[in-house]
Nanobody, 115 residues
Framework: QVQLVESGGGLVQPGGSLRLSCAAS????????MGWYRQAPGKERELVAT???????NYADFVKGRFTISRDNAKNSVYLQMNSLKPEDTAVYYC?????????WGQGTQVTVSS
């Protein structure tokens, strides 16, 4: 079992930036793919960015060039740097990690982009 705790959400104006953090209860070196997903009101949860354990990154088309996923093994954390935020980026953002045969979720952090 692995616990994931997100932080860094909040209210930001359009064009602004936020950095989300996901702290894992285990060494992330022992985890498989990690990623960020989001869910807006009335919509299904969707993939934002992933980082396979083998390296590299994958992004949804709607965030390419604006969001960056990264990891710090020493801090057992994964981050999502979000720049040029738009109102349509408003959602609850969830951290996701593969451990063994299961994917685990954090509790989510709210991001609201509004003037």
């Amino acid at each position: 079992q692995v616990q994931l705790v997100e932080s860094g959400g909040g209210l930001v104006q359009p064009g602004g930036s936020l950095r989300l953090s996901c702290a894992a209860s285990l060494s992330i070196s022992s985890l498989g793919r990690m990623g960020w997903y989001r869910q807006a009101p009335g919509k299904e949860r969707e993939l934002v960015a992933t980082m396979p354990s083998s390296g590299g990154t994958n992004y949804a088309d709607f965030v390419k060039g604006r969001f960056t996923i990264s990891r710090d093994n020493a801090k057992n954390s994964v981050y999502l740097q979000m720049n040029s935020l738009k109102p349509e980026d408003t959602a609850v953002y969830y951290c996701n990690a593969q451990y063994g045969l299961r994917y685990h979720w954090g509790q989510g952090t709210q991001v609201t982009v509004s003037s």
